[in-house]
């Protein structure tokens, strides 16, 4: 399949789980992609693994909660590509605690990267997506925007907003030609689910010592053997920013195992 012929595409969080694989599925595919990510290590990860491929790919050391971060790299990957015509929202980080034990800096800091980190991506790429090709946006919600995941409040909340915020987005810019739709992973391998992630942010601290884990019993997936691998989203990611997904938008695609019906 070579669907990101010709195509250029903008990967946040590029650097290391789900990011970087879809960055990897476009490049396999015959794209041009920009992987950002605030972990200039992961990144660097990301181009190893990329391979002859790496000639397609440029790297953007970019803060999704940062404003004027966010503005020079998005600058920065539309130069590179001459234009663009498919975002993908993968940055964000988890943090776990009792709810009446969490501050108001740890709170904020999740809803910052993830929510507003969102919100900052699409505003600055909108313009180059007007101009671009079967334009699509891909967002990051997750489960736990539609199920109970206890200690993990900020989270949901702002999985929650992702998810909410990509039906408006869809409807506000079906007109100018670009589709807006949300993934929602579970049970996925990567440096948020394993703590090894590439940024110290992304591995947050896990769950609280004394957390009832008989709360996680009814989170586990129907499929397979466990968790599943950061490419079994990937591939969803890529139909869904490539015209195979020309009359989606405005939707979410829960990709979990079967761990919620
Ligand atoms: N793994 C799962 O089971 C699961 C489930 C639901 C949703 N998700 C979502 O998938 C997306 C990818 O996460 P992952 O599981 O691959 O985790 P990951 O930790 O492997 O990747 C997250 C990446 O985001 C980057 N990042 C963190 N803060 C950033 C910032 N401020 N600016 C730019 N980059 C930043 C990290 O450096 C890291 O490379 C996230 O939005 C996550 O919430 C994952």
């Known amino acids: 399949m070579n669907r990101y012929e010709g195509r250029r595409a903008l990967v946040t969080g590029g650097g290391s789980g789900i990011g970087q694989a879809t960055v990897l599925r476009m490049l396999a595919e015959g794209g041009r992609v920009v ?27 970019m803060d999704v909660a940062d404003e004027d971060s966010v503005k020079a790299g998005v600058a920065t990957a539309v130069q590179a590509l001459g234009g663009l015509d498919a975002v993908v929202n993968a940055a964000g980080i988890l943090r776990s ?5 969490t501050t108001l ?10 929510l507003v980190g969102t919100f900052l991506v699409v505003r600055e790429t909108i313009p180059a997506l007007r101009e671009g090709n079967g334009a699509a946006v891909v967002n990051f919600s997750s489960t736990s925007a ?3 995941h206890p200690y993990m409040a900020a989270y949901a909340a702002s999985k929650g907003g992702i998810q909410s915020m990509t039906h408006a987005l869809a409807s506000e810019y079906a007109g100018a030609g670009i589709r807006f739709n949300s993934v929602q992973p579970g049970s996925i391998s990567s440096g ?8 110290k942010q992304s591995a947050g601290p896990g769950l609280p010592a004394d957390a009832d884990m008989s709360l996680f019993m009814k989170l586990a997936p129907a499929l397979g053997q466990g968790f599943a691998g950061p490419e079994t989203v990937a591939g ?26």
Not at 192 to 199: L, W
Not at 236 to 261: Q, Y
């Open 192 to 199: 948020m689910t394993d703590g090894s992630g590439a940024s």
């Open 236 to 261: 969803v990611v890529a139909m869904l920013a490539s015209d195979d997904g020309a009359f989606i938008t405005g939707t979410e695609v829960r990709i979990d195992g079967g761990t919620h019906f």
């Open 146 to 148: 539609m199920f109970a």
């Open 35 to 61: 992987a950002a990510d605030v972990s200039e290590a992961g990144l660097a990860d990301t181009v190893a693994k990329a391979g002859d491929a790496a000639t397609r790919l440029t790297t953007v050391v």
């Open 97 to 101: 605690s009792h709810t009446h034990e």
């Open 105 to 114: 800096a740890s709170f904020e800091q999740v809803l910052r990267i993830n």
